[in-house]
């Protein structure tokens, strides 16, 4: 069928609509696009759809850097202009508020303000993750499809660190080596990588058992010279498995980053936003939310290694910082000790059981892309904080979760500030600012 794309959703697809008025989910193209598609899911109340020919193409496609765009999953608005992706991403934000949030709108149009972003659109990734798969009988590294079964081969990536081009095919090429004539038992493959500090890291994930440790170090350190070669063993059922042990094979064991006036050093298993100058941009903002004084009490949940953990202690008398993450937890302490920071409570557990005992002036949640349990905001409610920075990579569990502060009555929202972090995809973070009412 002929189809106009109007919008582009929390997802990687396009809106069109058919003639019958039935909404159509296209892959493919992007808003403005006119289209000839074909069906390939009709339900009853939406149906799916791929391009299979670009008949009017929209004022806002442009020519992407990557050949994979559409195939591989890493960049699926890579041919839709760079405003009218944070366009999008600002609209995204603002359905959520209005459909799950139920905020009328007047409410959104003061909340939610211009979108932030950097000026770096492609090579703006620190880390890359590669997948072992089995083509024409032989071992290959590659990247997820837009079908996650789907393993394509890459010499390089226009979203990587564009100061090392050559450690996509460098590690390809050696472990694809390798894999032929031993068996590695690859799960996954990352590559970390600062232009600041230069930092080059290979982290191997494997089961734990025998592994060829000598010869692996030899071929990936002719291959790509790296400053940090770890082996991260896991074990436990494959959806719950579990990080048992980080091996070092060569060089520093972890990967180091400047951010914000810190250093953090960060080992392989460790979250860290991929994209530096911009999660610098959500320091800036949680920091001007909370604006955090030299007498005060911060809590920080779901603190990781200590993102914002660190800036507010150069700020506050005290923090206390809640982490589940037992590498990050280990990575958090470790960042104090770089940054001589000695007035951190570091508390390992789940945020809800662990809550801290500590009468906050300010605090900081920065929870998964499940959001925050009704228990946590119910603590957080309970506490005698003045202001609340809520950091969130979810719209949908965002909109959800003001709801229910706005319900629960002790902390309003007053602005929410969306974050590019992700260029050339349709995830977006925000920070929220919330303040006692």
Same mark, same amino acid.
């Given at each position: ?20 008025? @039935? =909404? !159509?989910?296209? +892959?493919? /193209?992007?808003? *403005? ?9 009709? $339900? ?124 996509? @095919? =460098? !590690?390809?090429? +050696?472990? /694809?080596?390798? *894999? ?9 493959? $990352? ?129 206390? +910082?809640?982490?589940?993450? *037992? ?111």
């Amino acid at each position: 069928m002929k189809l106009t794309i109007e919008s582009m959703m929390y997802g990687p697809d396009g809106l069109a609509h058919a003639e019958d008025g @039935k =909404a !159509v989910f296209v +892959a493919g /193209g992007v808003a *403005g696009d006119v289209v000839e598609a074909q069906i390939v899911e009709d $339900g009853s109340s939406f149906s799916r759809a791929t391009v299979s020919e670009v008949l009017e193409p929209s004022p806002n496609r442009v020519d992407s850097p990557c050949p994979f765009v559409g195939v591989c999953g890493g960049c699926p608005w890579g041919n839709l202009s760079r405003e009218a992706q944070l366009a999008a991403k600002e609209e995204n934000l603002r359905s959520s508020l209005k459909r799950i949030g139920k905020f009328d709108d007047d409410a959104v149009a003061q909340l939610v303000q211009p979108i932030r972003a950097t000026r770096d659109d492609w090579g703006y990734r620190n880390k890359i993750e590669l997948a072992p798969t089995i083509q024409n009988g032989r071992f290959r590294l590659g990247l997820h499809g837009r079908d996650p079964q789907q393993i394509i081969h890459v010499d390089a990536c226009p979203l990587f660190e564009k100061k090392f081009p050559r450690a996509i @095919k =460098a !590690v390809s090429g +050696a472990l /694809g080596f390798l *894999g032929n004539s031993h068996d590695l038992s690859l799960e996954r493959v $990352g590559i970390r990588a600062s232009r600041r500090t230069r930092a080059l890291e290979v982290a191997l994930w494997t089961p734990t058992g025998g592994f060829p440790r000598g010869q692996v170090s030899r071929v990936l350190s002719d291959a790509l010279p790296s400053t940090s070669m770890v082996r991260v063993m896991s074990k436990g059922e494959k959806k719950a498995r579990r990080v048992s042990k980080v091996e070092v094979l060569s060089g520093e064991g972890s990967w180091t980053e400047d951010i914000a006036d810190s250093q953090m050093r960060l080992s392989a298993p460790s979250f860290f936003q991929v994209n530096t100058k911009a999660a610098e941009i959500l320091i800036d903002l949680v920091m001007d939310a909370l604006n955090p004084q030299p007498e005060e009490v911060a809590v920080d949940l779901y603190c990781g290694a200590g993102t914002f953990t660190l800036p507010l202690a150069r700020r506050c008398e005290y923090v206390a +910082a809640v982490e589940a993450y *037992g590498p990050a937890v280990r990575d958090l302490r470790r960042n104090l000790e770089i940054n001589h920071l000695d007035n951190v409570d570091v508390i390992g557990g789940d945020a809800v059981r662990e809550f801290p005992d500590e009468d906050a002036d300010v605090l900081v949640v920065d929870p998964p892309r499940a959001g925050l349990a009704p228990e946590a905001i119910d603590l957080i409610a309970s506490t005698s904080a003045r202001d609340v920075a809520y950091v969130s990579c979810d719209p949908a569990t965002l909109a959800r979760d003001l709801k229910r502060f706005c319900d629960e009555g002790t902390f309003v929202p007053v602005s929410i500030t969306p974050v590019d972090l992700f260029p050339q995809t349709f995830h977006c973070e925000a920070v929220t600012h919330l303040t006692r009412k």
